[in-house]
Nanobody
Framework: QVQLVESGGGLVQPGGSLRLSCAAS????????MSWYRQAPGKERELVAL????????NYADFVKGRFTISRDNGQNTVYLQMNSLKIEDTAVYYC??????????WGQGTQVTVSS
């Protein structure tokens, strides 16, 4: 059974940093790319960043380029999202996703990130 468990969200002031983690189990983590998405209230879910299975390739949405970094530890079956220079508009529920388990992939329960002064 595929499981993705996000953690690390919270309340942070503008300009601050957070590091999200996503612990994966139930599939061969090291052979799949992983992604982070986010969904703000009243908005559609959007792709934030993705990373290849080995970590050698990453890609970012324009709105986070230069501020967020996706990484992974295949020995720990964990993918990370380091978020720096956070803005109020980064407030959202952040989800990790893997292309396994169903035609729609698998998703974690999400972790809330709130950027507010």
């Amino acid at each position: 059974q595929v499981q993705l468990v996000e953690s690390g969200g919270g309340l942070v002031q503008p300009g601050g940093s957070l590091r999200l983690s996503c612990a994966a189990s139930g599939f061969t983590f090291s052979t799949y790319p992983m992604s982070w998405y986010r969904q703000a209230p009243g908005k559609e879910r959007e792709l934030v960043a993705l990373i290849s299975s080995t970590g050698s390739y990453t890609n970012y949405a324009d709105f986070v380029k230069g501020r967020f970094t996706i990484s992974r530890d295949n020995g720990q079956n964990t993918v990370y999202l380091q978020m720096n220079s956070l803005k109020i508009e980064d407030t959202a529920v952040y989800y990790c996703s893997a292309p396994v388990g169903s035609q729609f992939g698998s998703w974690g329960q999400g972790t809330q990130v709130t950027v507010s002064s």
